[in-house]
């Protein structure tokens, strides 16, 4: 793989894990992923967990937007933010234990792709 490609992968991960985020952020969707410890992790988390989701989607921003020029890296976000919330919206309705499952490992993921592109 060249090194531009572990870099959009990177890219799609932020955009899932700034989503993924943003949903654990919301009363409905953190029942859905917290399986019943909802309310005390709730409460003490209700300002952070939004002010990371965003910077995870900024940080995503700001990758595409240096692969890729400002023009392209912003259609490229866009993509990136449509693909991942479809795919978002499609595993909290029929599996939102992978749904959690995806957004943990999506940090590894973060971390694999960082390393593989400086690698290669």
């Keep these: 793989?060249?090194?531009?490609?572990?870099l959009y992968l990177v890219t799609f991960v932020l955009a899932y894990l700034g989503l993924a985020s943003l949903a654990y952020g919301m009363e409905r969707h953190h029942k859905q992923l917290a399986?019943?410890?909802?309310s005390s992790v709730l409460a003490a988390l209700?300002?952070?967990?939004?002010?990371?989701?965003?910077a995870w989607l900024f940080a995503a921003l700001y990758l595409a937007i240096?692969?890729?020029?400002?023009?392209p890296g912003s259609v490229l976000w866009l993509g990136n933010l449509t693909a991942a919330a479809m795919l978002l919206a499609l595993l909290l309705t029929y599996a939102?234990?992978?749904?959690?499952?995806?957004a943990?490992?999506?940090l590894s993921l973060i971390l694999i792709g960082m390393l593989g592109a400086y690698w290669v």
């Design 96 to 102: 939102p234990a992978l749904a959690r499952g995806l």
């Design 104 to 106: 943990m490992l999506s």
């Design 35 to 38: 399986r019943g410890h909802a």
């Design 46 to 54: 209700k300002r952070a967990i939004p002010v990371a989701a965003w």
């Design 1 to 6: 793989m060249m090194k531009s490609t572990w």
């Design 66 to 71: 240096r692969l890729e020029g400002a023009g």
